[in-house]
């Protein structure tokens, strides 16, 4: 059995001591990408928290016809991350950030620093077209939704999608290719 359909068993088990698997497998790569879009770890780690929840009362909607798992649960993730964004806490937590994170050096986390790195993704991102890479990095890494995406690139709504899904199909052959890589040597 693969290492794709040995998680989906334990996901679908609903066996915690399985479940526990599931999230020593993927947390780190969550975590970062919902990092990224609340640009606050301690929120972030309890915003995945919830994600991971969702994953487990929501495994039964799981189709791995649609989509693999770390997809599927990274949508979850990103949609999360982007809803607290959104929600009422968060644009006050935003507004009353902590003063130490006004002091220092200022610099904003960037992408090649976050977990989702340890599966090499920021690698695969950068040797995407560059206008791919604009909007996977402002739809994945910076939360916009694609109809913010078009405003802000003033180009049409479907041009966004198709770029993305394309962007998306040339991530996971891209990825494929390297975990095939990496099994192999």
């Keep these: 059995m693969d290492k794709e359909k040995e998680l989906v068993a334990h996901l679908l088990s609903k066996d915690a001591k399985r479940f526990e698997c599931i999230f020593d497998h993927f947390s780190a790569s969550l975590f970062g990408v919902i990092n990224q879009v609340v640009k606050n770890e301690e929120q972030a780690e309890d915003i995945l928290q919830e994600v991971f929840l969702k994953i487990w009362n929501g495994s039964s909607t799981y189709n791995a016809d649609k989509s693999r798992l770390f997809t599927w649960m990274l949508n979850i993730a990103r949609n999360s991350a982007i809803d607290y964004t959104r929600s009422k806490q968060g644009k006050h937590d ?8 006004f002091i220092g050096n200022g610099q904003k986390l960037s992408i ?16 995407l077209r560059s206008d791919q890479k604009e909007i996977i990095d402002l739809a994945f890494f910076e939360g916009y939704t694609h109809a913010e995406i078009a405003d802000k690139l003033q180009i ?3 041009t966004v999608k198709t770029k ?7 991530l996971r052959n891209n990825f494929v290719m390297e975990i095939n890589n990496r099994v192999l040597f």
């Design 94 to 101: 935003k507004k009353n950030k902590p003063i130490d994170e």
């Design 164 to 170: 993305c899904r394309s962007a998306i199909s040339v």
């Design 156 to 158: 049409p709504l479907g």
């Design 112 to 127: 090649t620093t976050s977990h989702h790195e340890y599966i090499g993704l920021k690698k695969l991102v950068d040797e």
